[in-house]
């Protein structure tokens, strides 16, 4: 970990208090009509770190939470979080990193450089997909593209305002909730949605 990571973490909790008090970054959006996808998101593609290719039909049956991160942010200590969420919800919930460098230039140049530090500062051991493009753009990632297009999802048009933002899918392919980044891996309204 580098010095400015070390700092980064050390001064973590007062990120998120900063965020809940002025409002930023911590709000939670819901599907509250349950409105189904125009376009079904098990078939779009996406490239895991370490090259082969997945659709999200392989995790059919399970909730999925799809977060864009990035290794020198004011909230890459989620990822701790992350990893015990998947190590307790193992079996109904599978998480996916994104790793994007479209805040602040926060990602390392290279997937193999990420999945070390992932490994080795936080025992990440959910799927992290390759470097990708998450805000609106050309180049933004196809599954981004569905979660924040409300003519594909059905009903949010948010892409991430900044790293670790969560798109929490359900059994059925339908997103439910869109949490901003100061939303916390262990916040109520996160666990409730898993649990649900």
Request: overall charge positive.
């Amino acid at each position: 970990m580098t010095l400015r990571q070390r700092i980064l973490k050390a001064i973590y909790p007062l990120i998120i208090l900063a965020s809940k008090f002025n409002g930023r970054h911590n709000h939670i959006y819901n599907n509250k009509d349950n409105t189904r996808p125009h376009t079904p998101v098990y078939t779009i593609p996406f490239e895991l770190n370490e090259g082969s290719i997945k659709n999200l039909s392989v995790y059919k049956g399970r909730k999925i939470l799809i977060v864009n991160t990035a290794s020198d942010c004011g909230y890459t200590n989620q990822y701790e979080g992350l990893q015990i969420l998947h190590n307790q919800y193992s079996g109904k919930l599978v998480i996916i990193g994104f790793p994007s460098n479209d805040f602040k230039e926060q990602e390392k140049d290279d997937d193999a450089t990420i999945a070390t530090f992932c490994k080795t500062n936080y025992g990440i051991s959910f799927p992290l997909v390759k470097k990708s493009v998450v805000i609106k753009s050309p180049a933004q990632h196809k599954l981004f593209e569905w979660l924040s297009n409300k003519n594909e999802n059905g009903w949010l048009d948010k892409a991430p305002s900044w790293n670790f933002c969560k798109y929490l899918i359900n059994e059925d392919g339908i997103l439910t909730h869109f949490f901003e980044p100061a939303v916390e891996p262990f916040d109520a309204g996160l666990i409730t949605a898993i649990q649900s």
